[in-house]
């Protein structure tokens, strides 16, 4: 396959790993991809859960961590490209950018909403910009704001698809409607639409599929629709590099296809994850809860089914009945674990 070239970034193998909070992309997977020619990514979603004065202080304690997380990446990375995935809807996101930029991150990617402010946050950082885009309209806008109000364009567009895991960027009615022929088209429409401002202004523009990618032919038919590279996440969680605990990997290993469903996220979006004990409990009612973690604005306390930090964080530590177990529509294909280098070498 051909390297993913972002700017003066180049990938030899053109696979992005997605970013997964809460602790599930930390160094350690971050650091395994760059090392073998990817783009690592490190979700920034309460990345500072396992410092002890995360309760007190959840947002100071992220930010620290975001730096201590991208130095312990690049000491894996072997001079690789390590990314970071900071959703729009955290509160505090311009902290959050602000703190990886510090930290000289490569790349930026960001969704959960439109990173609207995100060129004057980073300002003249080397730091390449990613949005994701879900629609043409979201591509168009983005675009189009970007260029009026801050004159640039973004380095790398992220398309993510119907089959992510975890959050998604759709309606339950736009989850029911579409079929892969349809959103082959989609993909389509918003790649020519991305290469229309790029061509006009003079620049290249890669774009990364996401949602479903989990083997080489997955790849290779995006890249017939027009991408430059994939990003994908399932796949990496049962790697042993993945910083998740095996607890959550077997989850993936034991799921059946009917176990993966659409859920109601407190944080008011449609998500896919792994129907377990914990989440046939938030179908019948709310979960107490403890004090607020500051995740994301979006998030009402009072009203919310369940805290979904305290449930990410069970998760991340193993207690998988109590959690909540995000994936993408693929998670069922794991067998077993393998190695980060058995999956980039299949990419190669």
């Not at 500072?48 to 004065?53: A, I, Q, T, V």
């Not at 961590?65 to 809807?89: F, H, P, Q, T, Y």
């Not at 009402?300 to 998988?320: D, F, S």
């Given at each position: 396959m051909n390297p993913l070239v972002?700017?003066?970034l180049i990938a030899k193998v053109p696979v992005i790993q997605g970013g997964m909070g809460v602790g599930i992309s930390l160094h350690r997977l971050a650091g395994a991809v760059a090392a073998e020619g990817g783009i690592g990514v490190i979700s920034t979603a309460q990345i500072?859960?396992?410092?002890?004065?995360f309760d007190e202080h959840?947002?100071?304690?992220?930010?620290?961590?975001?730096?201590?997380?991208?130095?312990?990446?690049?000491?894996?990375?072997?001079?690789?490209?390590?990314?970071?995935?900071?959703?729009?809807?955290t509160r505090k996101y311009e902290e959050y950018v602000k703190a990886a930029v510090a930290a000289g991150v490569d790349l930026i990617i960001s969704g959960a909403g439109l990173p609207m402010s995100l060129p004057a946050l980073v300002g003249n950082a080397k730091t390449k910009l990613a949005p994701i885009v879900s629609t043409v309209k979201s591509a168009e806008v983005i675009c189009k704001y970007w260029l009026k109000k801050y004159d640039r364009l973004p380095d790398l567009v992220v398309i993510e698809g119907p089959k992510a895991g975890g959050h998604l960027g759709f309606s339950k009615e736009q989850l029911d409607t579409y079929t892969d022929e349809t959103y082959d088209e989609e993909i389509r429409q918003i790649i020519e639409h991305v290469n229309g401002y790029?061509?006009?202004?003079?620049?290249?523009?890669?774009?990364?599929v996401a949602g479903g990618v989990y083997t080489r032919e997955d790849a290779e038919h995006c890249m017939e629709l027009g991408a430059s590279g994939v990003q994908m996440a399932t796949r990496f969680v049962?790697?042993?590099?993945?910083?998740?605990?095996?607890?959550?990997?077997?989850?993936?290993?034991?799921?059946?296809?009917?176990?993966?469903?659409?859920?109601?996220?407190?944080?008011?979006?449609?998500?896919?994850?792994?129907?377990?004990?914990?989440?046939?409990?938030?179908?019948?009612?709310?979960?107490p809860h403890g004090k607020c973690h500051l995740c994301v604005s979006t998030c009402?306390?009072?009203?919310?089914?369940?805290?979904?930090?305290?449930?990410?964080?069970?998760?991340?530590?193993?207690?998988?009945d109590d959690a909540l177990l995000f994936c993408g529509s693929n998670a069922y294909r794991a067998k077993k674990l393998e190695h980060v280098s058995d999956i980039m070498n299949e990419f190669r």
């Open positions: 972002i700017g003066d500072g859960f396992r410092y002890p004065e959840p947002i100071e304690t992220n930010l620290r961590a975001i730096k201590d997380e991208i130095v312990k990446a690049r000491e894996l990375a072997k001079g690789g490209i390590i990314g970071v995935n900071i959703m729009v809807a790029a061509e006009s202004h003079g620049v290249k523009i890669p774009v990364a049962t790697t042993y590099e993945c910083d998740a605990p095996d607890a959550y990997k077997q989850s993936y290993i034991n799921a059946q296809k009917e176990d993966i469903v659409i859920v109601k996220s407190p944080v008011g979006m449609p998500g896919r994850a792994i129907l377990n004990p914990f989440m046939e409990k938030a179908a019948k009612g709310q979960i009402k306390p009072a009203e919310t089914p369940y805290c979904i930090t305290e449930a990410l964080v069970n998760a991340a530590e193993g207690r998988v």
